[in-house]
């Protein structure tokens, strides 16, 4: 297969970004683009009709979102690679792709070359992370292989309150129990959501049990 075209589907939901990729892989002569989607639900009925090698998916779109497209994808046209390429750089996303069946993971801001072997890669049935997806992911697997502890950049005490977080218990119990006010406890939690790049409470909790903070619960 190394000597064929791979068709290629774009699927971004910004029309200015979605030609300037287009201008990208026109320069390269073994890959086509066949179909472009403005949202996830017209990215699964373009790869369902032109059937294409590979799709290059943004997360963040309108309606279907790219994760759920990308799994809707792989579960009816295995064949096809998905690189996800996006602003997004959370480790959160990065793993939900991967279980959703994305090949590949990219960030924006690429340069030509990459963004080039990343779809290859992918419609060539191989895996492609971008450097520094690449670099997150082996020192996430590094820290489950040796043990340390998850969530090295937060501090002792920020550990401690995304730990009562995780167990279920409200800012004003936290305070309480670590003997603080509850305006401090907030600020806490305010700079956890920002060290874990998280906008709520429930994703900052989600994020601290997959890593097996908060085995107890509130009250216990």
Do not use: C, W
């Not at 943004?58 to 064949?79: K, N, Q, S, W």
């Amino acid at each position: 297969m190394a000597d064929e075209t791979l068709r290629v589907v774009i699927a971004d939901d910004h029309p200015t970004f979605r030609e300037g990729l287009v201008a990208v892989l026109s320069t390269a002569p073994d890959l086509e683009v066949v179909a472009q989607a403005g949202t996830g639900q017209e990215a699964v009925a373009a790869v369902s009709q032109v059937r294409p090698d590979v799709v290059v998916m943004e997360i963040a779109m309108p309606g279907l979102d790219g994760l759920e497209a990308t799994r809707r994808i792989v579960a009816e046209h295995p064949r096809t690679g998905v690189v996800v390429l996006t602003m997004f750089d959370e480790d959160e996303n990065v793993f939900r792709a991967m279980r959703s069946g994305a090949r590949g993971y990219l960030l924006k801001g690429a340069d030509r070359s990459t963004i080039l072997e990343a779809v290859r890669a992918t419609g060539r049935g191989n895996a492609f992370f971008g450097p520094a997806v690449a670099q997150r992911l082996m020192g996430y697997f590094s820290a489950q292989r040796t043990g340390a502890q998850p969530f090295g950049n937060l501090t002792a005490r920020e550990h401690e309150v995304l730990d009562l977080l995780a167990r279920g218990f409200s800012n004003a119990q936290i305070a309480q129990r670590i003997d603080v006010s509850a305006k401090t406890v907030r600020n806490h939690v305010s700079n956890i959501f920002a060290k874990l790049q998280v906008v709520d409470r429930g994703t900052a909790i989600a994020r601290a049990r997959q890593a097996g903070l908060g085995r107890d619960q509130a009250g216990s």
